[in-house]
Nanobody, 119 residues
Framework: VQLQASGGGLAQPGGSLKLSCKDS???????????MAWYRQAPGNQRESVAA???????DYSASVKGRFTISRNNGRRTIYLQMNNLQIEDTAVYYC???????????WGQGTLVTVSS
């Protein structure tokens, strides 16, 4: 697994951004079997789960982003996405993608992409 996150940047409150995370190393069958997730870490805070999507496509969201963020996956492209709408200043953080290999029980992290929400 090798995860590359992209799409971060500067947005105004109420604006939108779409993050992508591509697994550039796994074969398709491995990616399909992985649960995937987005986490974020704001300065001075612990890393927290934002959104997750299982290998079967079941999604889950933290209470702080539910209704504003949407996680999705394109298995053929070995990529997950995080559509972030109605961004708030408190969404400012470095966003990381995570892959969990369900067969091995191991976790893998991408390098992070910075999202800054500011007027």
């Amino acid at each position: 697994v090798q995860l590359q996150a992209s799409g971060g940047g500067l947005a105004q409150p109420g604006g939108s951004l779409k993050l992508s995370c591509k697994d550039s190393r796994s074969i398709l069958s491995t990616f399909v079997g992985n649960d995937m997730a987005w986490y974020r870490q704001a300065p001075g805070n612990q890393r927290e789960s934002v959104a997750a999507i299982t290998s079967g496509g079941v999604t889950d969201y933290s209470a702080s982003v539910k209704g504003r963020f949407t996680i999705s996956r394109n298995n053929g492209r070995r990529t997950i996405y995080l559509q972030m709408n109605n961004l708030q200043i408190e969404d400012t953080a470095v966003y990381y993608c995570n892959a969990k290999n369900n067969r091995l029980g191991t976790h893998y992290w991408g390098q992070g992409t910075l999202v800054t929400v500011s007027s």
